[in-house]
Antibody, heavy 121, light 112 residues
Framework: EVKLVESGGGLVQPGGSLKLSCAAS????????VHWVRQSSGRGLEWLGR??????????DYATSVKGRFTISRDDSKNMAYLQMNGLRTEDTAIYYC????????????WGQGTLVTVSS | DVVVTQSPLSLTLTVGQPASISCKSS???????????LNWYHQRPGQSPRRLLY???DRDSGVPDRFTGSGSETDFTLTISRVEAGDVGVFYC?????????FGQGTKVEIK
């Protein structure tokens, strides 16, 4: 069974930093791209970025709204992915999901339960 | 970014009634490889989104054939032939043809 478990959310002040973790199991993590998606009442569901696997040189793509502030990384030896968030703003308040997807493959679409990040003074 | 617009934003239905949700994209979602990367998701209250359909109309495992996807280019539709109580929640379309992938605003379904 595929499992993605996020952790690290919490309350942070504007301008602060937070690092989220995603523990993956039930599949060959090293062969999969890992994505981060967030959901807020104000912005709905928003794709933040992805890191591809080693054969694709761990290439990353980011949404414009977080480029330069958020960084995705991974440790294939630990089956872990991370989202480093810097310069946090109140509008970054959301539930953050670690996800994996293949757009043209049946049943290849998995989400964690999410971790809540609140940016507030 | 590609803008994906859903309508209506909410539906109140009775069990057994059909339903239709529209999803319109600001750009064609037909990709150069011949595929159209349009997904439909369902999110029940308190749960993470679950994909129902991919490539416009292909169902993931366990998705009832009550759910049908159709459309091309910029106009897509999710049709539920007979709504059931378990369909409450929010339905989202999502395009994966253009980066960044983008979602529609969601259509909230309630059952009378």
């Amino acid at each position: 069974e595929v499992k993605l478990v996020e952790s690290g959310g919490g309350l942070v002040q504007p301008g602060g930093s937070l690092k989220l973790s995603c523990a993956a199991s039930g599949f060959t993590f090293s062969g999969s791209a890992v994505h981060w998606v967030r959901q807020s009442s104000g912005r709905g569901l928003e794709w933040l970025g992805r890191m591809r696997s080693k054969p694709h040189n761990y290439a990353t793509d980011y949404a414009t709204s977080v480029k330069g502030r958020f960084t995705i990384s991974r440790d294939d030896s630990k089956n872990m992915a991370y989202l480093q968030m810097n310069g946090l703003r109140t509008e970054d308040t959301a539930i953050y999901y670690c996800t994996r997807h293949a757009l043209a493959v049946v049943d290849f679409d998995d989400w964690g339960q999410g971790t809540l990040v609140t940016v507030s003074s | 970014d590609v803008v994906v617009t859903q309508s209506p934003l909410s539906l109140t239905l009775t069990v057994g009634q059909p339903a239709s949700i529209s999803c319109k994209s600001s750009e064609s979602l037909a990709y150069s490889d011949g595929n159209t990367y349009l997904n439909w998701y369902h999110q029940r209250p308190g749960q993470s989104p679950r994909r129902l359909l991919y490539l416009v109309s292909d169902r993931d495992s366990g998705v009832p054939d009550r759910f049908t996807g159709s459309g091309s280019e910029t106009d897509f539709t999710l049709t539920i032939s007979r709504v059931e109580a378990g369909d409450v929640g929010v339905f989202y379309c999502m395009q994966g043809t253009h980066w960044p992938w983008t979602f529609g605003q969601g259509t909230k379904v309630e059952i009378k």
